[in-house]
């Protein structure tokens, strides 16, 4: 079974000289494989002989040509002749949380779509719903989806992209909130989340982790049989996203509750079982059958689904059981003093620090502990109200909120930016990892939250400086994009000698990334101190008690997965102070 997919914003005839019709092989021989109707190309899934000439040929990357397993049958939903086709259906189940894990742009939200009752699904050939209930006849998902015809299933939908709120929805957060509270839980979420603060502010002056806090009680305070969650991490701290974690299986006891997660600590502490979506981003995607949270995120990091007898990746995912250890000097690349910033109700204290010259530097700390102000003052946005910051080094700065306000296309953006974009260095040591040659030619403006972030990493790392800062650079990547940047920032900085800060929330992100950390403590909203850089071990040590969490080490894959509070573990953890890396046998 064959599956080709066109690209249509890709895709651009008049550019190019139809490369994909006149080279194919049986177009040449009389047969109308591809044709050319309203001026785009479609293909004919049928006659097409899997050559992959076409794909080749297309100088902008849009046709996709992909073998299917057999035992595949009609796809549940397709966009359309040569468009995206999803492949079964996650399975809502009252009383448990249901996770989604899988690459973005692999069908996950069309799912949602599906169950939701927002998207008719049409079998890939305009089917009616009768035709679907008769496919699922008998199964749980078919019990269902019958409900969803009948209009028995009532949905709440948190959407991915939260910054998006204020252009939709104008007043204090109180009146949002106020206008979703049906089941009289309003009260008690807002101490929960910690909105009691800011009622009265109005959403235009909320910042992203705020606004993610709203978006989560507004969902959570409407009266539903099935919820659902498009990430629920993005601009969160640890313990904030460990607390909406609680509160969403609170919520599952007697309801449906399907979560979207990214971040695997939060989905292995959230999740009862979870739903694999493998693929190919933007052309199909394949939904498991459920599997069990820890087996299902072993297989993923893995790359090895197993009872699919699918593998989805070349190498495995790997973490370090100890904590890394610098072997030898490294030069300094800056010494700064000690420094202060004061704003009318908060002060952030930063301690004298070195940071050396090619190293990666984490920075952890809670949501509103003056992490972006540390990184604007280095970067020369921000003048710190005392001490002096006079490095004199050049800074490459990537700021924790970004915006396509520039007309400009992917590829003009980087080659305005960079002078070596078609060097076989950069081409292939941080263009073709961060996947941006398949988008070189698509205007900024049209590209996703996870294009946008990924461009934004990438033309930080293009410019020539001493310093690179990047703030929450994780938000809205999928977990292989994610530990793509990772892998991409550590070996631009062993490669080039160049330093490179990042500030992040997810822990295995640092983890992987990082040779030393800045930790933050304080009073969030009040006070922030910026600790002097450290080691590894005592620094993730410091973090994770001052939230009171601790981690244990997956028996199989040695990712980190969080304690149970109160746990035997969990007081043997604490007891060691050893809160998150394995114990050295020499101790």
Do not use: W
């Not at 890939?124 to 719903?129: I, W």
């Not at 939709?168 to 949002?176: E, K, P, Q, R």
């Amino acid at each position: 079974m064959r599956i080709a997919v066109i690209d249509r914003d890709r895709c651009q005839p008049r550019k190019c000289n139809k490369d994909c019709e006149y080279f194919c092989p049986s177009v040449r021989t009389g047969d109308e494989t591809i044709v050319f109707v309203y001026g785009k190309p479609l293909i004919t899934e049928t006659l097409c002989v899997g050559c992959g000439i076409c794909i080749r040929k297309c100088p902008f990357g849009a046709i996709t040509i992909t073998n299917l397993p057999e035992e595949l049958k009609s796809p549940i939903h397709r966009y359309g002749q040569n468009g995206f086709a999803l492949y079964g259906l996650p399975i809502p189940s009252e009383g448990k949380v249901i996770g989604l894990l899988g690459q973005n742009g692999i069908g996950k939200t069309t799912a949602i779509s599906i169950l939701s009752g927002l998207l008719v699904p049409n079998l890939g050939k305009n089917a009616n719903y009768e035709e679907v209930l008769e496919r699922f006849a008998g199964s749980a998902i078919g019990d269902y989806l019958k409900k969803v015809t009948n209009k028995g299933i009532k949905t709440s939908f948190k959407p991915q992209y939260v910054d998006r709120i204020p252009k939709s929805y104008s007043g204090t957060a109180i009146d949002l909130l106020e206008r979703t509270d049906e089941r009289g839980a309003l009260d008690g979420l807002v101490d929960r989340l910690g909105l009691r603060a800011l009622l009265e502010r109005d959403i235009s002056s909320l910042s992203g982790g705020e606004l993610q806090r709203v978006a989560i009680a507004a969902t959570t305070a409407k009266d539903a049989d099935f919820y659902f969650f498009d990430e629920i991490s993005p601009f969160l701290d640890i313990f904030q996203r460990i607390n909406v974690a609680r509160i969403l299986q609170k919520l599952a006891e007697k309801k449906s509750v399907m979560v979207i997660e990214h971040d695997l600590a939060l989905l292995d502490l959230l999740a009862d079982n979870i739903h694999i979506i493998y693929g190919v981003p933007g052309a199909y995607g394949i939904i498991t059958r459920p599997k069990s949270v820890r087996i299902g995120i072993n297989q993923y990091l893995r790359g090895n689904l197993q009872e699919e007898n699918v593998r989805t990746r070349q190498e495995a995912i790997k973490f370090e059981v100890h904590a890394p250890r610098i072997e030898k000097e490294i030069p300094k690349l800056i010494e700064y003093c000690a420094f202060t910033k004061e704003y009318p109700s908060f002060r952030l204290e930063a301690c004298q620090g070195i940071i050396k010259r090619g190293e990666v530097v984490g920075i952890l700390g809670p949501n509103g502990i003056g992490k972006s102000t540390f990184i604007k003052i280095l970067a020369g946005v921000e003048k710190p109200t005392s001490g002096i910051l006079d490095h004199k080094l050049s800074i490459s700065y990537k700021p924790q909120y970004i915006k396509a306000d520039l007309d400009f296309t992917v590829q003009g953006l980087l080659r305005n930016i960079n002078p070596d974009f078609d060097s076989s260095f950069y081409q292939s040591e941080i263009l073709r990892p961060m996947s941006l040659d398949q988008i070189l030619d698509q205007a900024l403006v049209e590209l996703s939250g996870g294009e946008l972030q990924r461009v934004a990493i990438t033309a930080c790392l293009s410019r020539k400086a001493d310093l690179y800062l990047l703030d929450e650079p994780s938000a809205h990547l999928d977990v292989e994009q994610r530990m793509i940047s990772a892998k991409v920032m550590r070996r631009f900085a062993e490669s080039s000698e160049k330093t490179v800060l990042v500030a992040d929330h997810d822990i295995y992100l640092i983890d992987l990334l990082s040779e030393r950390l800045i930790v933050f403590e304080g009073r969030p909203g009040v006070l922030g101190i910026a600790n002097k850089p450290s080691e590894m071990r005592e620094g993730m040590n410091s973090f994770l008690k001052n939230i009171g969490i601790t981690f244990r080490r997956d028996e199989e894959t040695h990712r980190p997965r969080v304690n149970k509070p109160g746990s035997r573990l969990e007081r043997l953890q604490k007891e060691m102070g050893e809160y998150y890396y394995q114990v050295e046998e020499s101790q």
